[in-house]
């Protein structure tokens, strides 16, 4: 059964037109140890808000950029965070759509409510934000690779000179944030946001140049199908100013391409990009050659020789990367050397280390056809060894949904260890299991396990691993801690 997207933000005001932030305007975040709310949050004090923030899950990876920053962080929820009805002690609220979809009613939202104070989701914070910044948005959408190729944006164009500004739902290097690793950064422009669809998340991003890397059936729990996605992002690139848009569009990708069979009478440009097109498919056009690409169409022939991330999707990240990037006034060399040096966000094929010679990897991979693309790409980067794929699934309902392109996608691996699935924003946790998918895996000739624990499951792999394995920890919930117990069990092991 999915959900619309009113019943997922119940209770949040309707999506406005951006604003900018007044200077001293008092702004409280709920859910603020989270990737996105925390860069909201970060962002909004750059803008010139006061904020605090409250989240039961702090600390958090995110939570030091936020210290660092001066922002408050309560790790609970009170009414009290608001203050009377009569004398609030904050402007504005903002929250994150995992409390909304699971309690709309809850006490810290009901008192802004009496207190006559609008609740917004964070995205409409940042959206705020890049109105007070003023500079050129750019909005990067998708439903694989959005992190990363935000994040491959910021840094091409900081390297090519520019200020940019901008927020990426993973953590970004310290040196791009000015030291401590966070999901924000400041500067004079462009503004660059990572542009999500779960439950018109993307609706208060109103940019001029909209980047859309691929479309596929995700998030069950809002969309029944592909129609009910595509029908999403065109809902979004028809809103309000669309006429001035430009996207930058993978027409190799086959969501993308059915999509703009659907935007006929769209107002604004088009600028068509793929790797490997026939000619005259696409305006940019890109070809991998070994470990680089070469890409045609952004005036001289763009060569680089070694992309810094690994894989097929990478490659098609990093041309849609580069058009955007041209679109923002980068010259040719910029934009080849930027896809040459980013060296990745947080949660992508992040290495964790390599004790007892077991490589463990972590990666937020949860869908199956990302959990197949990092499986092809190990295969490729580090051919001869064994693949461990421990699997943390993310929420009830995808796992259901996807189960059997799920078991297919893992059964690639050479040994699979299921971990109890996150379950997020999904209140449903009846329709699923780690056990059931273990199952599936084991049936495709793949052996799969399903431990009880996160911690059994780091604890199982750690015992059976051995010298000259490797380890990919995928999942969007705890998958980064089952990796860091790994390491840390394999570090004892070896004496370390």
Known sequence: MTRSAEEVGAGLAPVRAPRP???????????????????????????????????????????????????????????????????????????????????????????????????????????????????????????????TSTGWLLHLLARAGAEPAGFVGALLPGELCGGIPSTALWGRGPFVVEADEYAGNFDPYRPQ????????????????????????????????????????????????????????????????????????????????????????????????????????????NALCVAAAAALAGASAGAIAEGLASFPGVGRRLERKGEPAGVLVLDDYAHHPTAISAVIATLRRQWPGRRVWAVCEPLTFHRTAALADALAVALAAADRVTVAPIHAGRDPDRTIASAAAVAEAVDRLGTPATAPATAEETADEVADAVRSGDLVIVMGGGRADRIADRIVDRLTARAGG
């Open 209 to 316: 140049v909209a980047v859309l890397l691929n479309v596929e059936w995700d998030h069950p729990d809002v969309f029944a199908d592909e129609p009910a996605v595509r029908a999403a992002f065109l809902g979004w690139l028809r809103a309000p100013g669309s006429a001035g848009r430009t996207l930058v569009a993978n027409v190799g990708d086959a969501g993308v391409a059915r999509l703009l069979g659907e935007l006929a009478g769209w107002e604004g440009r088009i600028v068509r990009v793929a790797l490997d097109a026939p000619e005259g498919a696409a305006e940019v056009a890109g070809r991998v050659a070994g470990e680089g690409i070469v890409i045609e169409g952004l005036g001289a022939p763009i060569v680089v020789e070694r992309l810094a991330l690994p894989g097929l999707h990478n490659a098609a």
């Open 21 to 147: 932030i007044r200077a001293g305007e008092r702004i409280h975040v709920v859910g603020v140890a989270g990737a996105g709310a925390s860069g909201a949050a970060l962002l909004a004090v750059h803008a010139g808000g006061e904020v605090s923030g409250c989240d039961p899950g702090a600390p958090s990876p995110y939570t030091a950029a936020l210290e660092a920053m001066g922002v408050t962080v309560d790790s609970v929820h009170a009414a009290g965070h608001v203050g009377p009805a009569d004398h609030p002690l904050v402007d504005r609220i903002a929250v994150t759509k995992a409390l909304t979809a699971v309690d709309p009613d809850h006490p810290e939202l009901m008192a802004a409510r009496a207190a006559g104070l609008p609740v917004e989701a964070w995205q409409q914070l940042v959206a705020d934000a890049a109105a007070t910044q003023g500079g050129l948005l750019v909005a990067v959408a998708g439903t694989h690779g959005k992190s």
